[in-house]
Every structure is written in C-alpha cells, then in structure tokens.
C-alpha cells in the first residue's frame, strides 16, 4: 500500500511540473509564449576596436539566453529579437598614486541593445548597458584583456537578460 502511494505522488507530481513548465526558466526569467529567440550580430563602433569582441560578445549572449531558458536560437525573426551595437570599448586610469602616477586602470564596454518582444511590445526596450573591471596600471594590458572581457561580457549579459526576462 504505502508503495502504490508513492508511486501515485510521484506520477502526480511529473504530472504537475510537466503542466507548470511553460513560460518560466529555472533562473526565474519570464519567456511567457515565447519560443524562439534571435541574436543579431552586435558589431563594435567603438573608437578603439578589439577585433574579437564584436563575436564573443554576441556569442556571450546567445549562450546565456540558450542555456537558461527553453528558448530555442534561430538566426533571425525569433519571438524575442536583440540587436545592437558595441558603442564603447575604454579604458581610463582610475586610482592615481601620491607620486601623481596610476595605481588602477579601468576597462569599460558598453553596449545600445534594441530588445523586441514581438508577443508582448511593451516589454520591448532601447537601452545601454555598460559594465567595467579595474586592472593594476603595472600590469600589461594586453595580457589580462582577454580574461576581462569575458568577465565583463558575462555581466553585460546577465544585466541584458535581467532586464528583459525578469524585468529588473
């Protein structure tokens, strides 16, 4: 007897979560009817052009959104569309020293993302994100800038997945 129960409970309960799946990610972000998502290429205006950024950026981001929702990629016309551009690609001295020198330094990547909901347009949005990692100023730029700019772009993709997903 106590074995039929609980076999009962768990039909009931694969039952329940197959009904329940629907629009919402294991992280929370709302897809609502949503099936499909697309991610054009975000090419980089920036005044100083890192030559992978335009793709890892892009790739980043179509990533995150694949592996979080139930979202299925395609390469253009999806249920939910961002494109955009990478506007600005900085970095600035960001601590000086008492000897008048820089003890930090500052990469900032920003991006214009343009987020289209073609099921729900007013949950559609124009917006820049910018997000930034401080490095030592001794240190030679070009040998952490790779590990920056997946940092970096890691975040910016989450803050573009929140704002369109969870609504933050």
């Given at each position: 007897?106590?074995?039929?129960?609980?076999?009962?409970?768990?039909?009931?309960?694969?039952?329940?979560?197959?009904?329940?799946?629907?629009?919402y990610s294991m992280t929370g972000?709302?897809?609502?009817?949503?099936?499909?998502?697309?991610?054009?290429?975000?090419?980089?205006?920036?005044?100083?052009?890192?030559?992978?950024?335009?793709?890892?950026?892009?790739?980043?981001?179509?990533?995150?959104?694949?592996?979080?929702?139930?979202?299925?990629?395609?390469?253009?016309?999806?249920?939910?569309?961002?494109?955009?551009?990478?506007?600005?690609?900085?970095?600035?001295?960001?601590?000086?020293?008492?000897?008048?020198?820089?003890?930090?330094?500052?990469?900032?990547?920003?991006?214009?993302?343009?987020?289209?909901?073609?099921?729900?347009t007013d949950k559609s949005f124009?917006?820049?994100?910018?997000?930034?990692?401080?490095?030592?100023?001794?240190?030679?730029?070009?040998?952490?800038?790779?590990?920056?700019?997946?940092?970096?772009?890691?975040?910016?993709?989450?803050?573009?997945?929140?704002?369109?997903?969870?609504n933050w």
């Amino acid at each position: 007897m106590k074995a039929r129960l609980v076999g009962f409970v768990c039909v009931v309960s694969l039952w329940l979560t197959s009904c329940v799946g629907g629009g919402y990610s294991m992280t929370g972000g709302d897809v609502g009817a949503a099936e499909t998502i697309s991610v054009a290429i975000f090419p980089n205006y920036s005044d100083y052009v890192n030559p992978q950024l335009s793709q890892a950026f892009t790739d980043q981001l179509r990533q995150l959104f694949v592996q979080q929702t139930p979202l299925t990629l395609v390469s253009s016309g999806g249920d939910l569309h961002f494109e955009g551009s990478i506007i600005g690609y900085e970095i600035s001295a960001k601590a000086a020293t008492n000897a008048e020198t820089t003890a930090q330094n500052r990469l900032t990547i920003s991006v214009n993302v343009i987020f289209t909901n073609e099921l729900d347009t007013d949950k559609s949005f124009e917006q820049v994100f910018s997000r930034f990692r401080d490095f030592p100023a001794d240190q030679d730029f070009s040998a952490v800038e790779s590990q920056l700019v997946t940092e970096i772009n890691r975040e910016l993709s989450e803050n573009i997945f929140n704002r369109a997903l969870v609504n933050w």
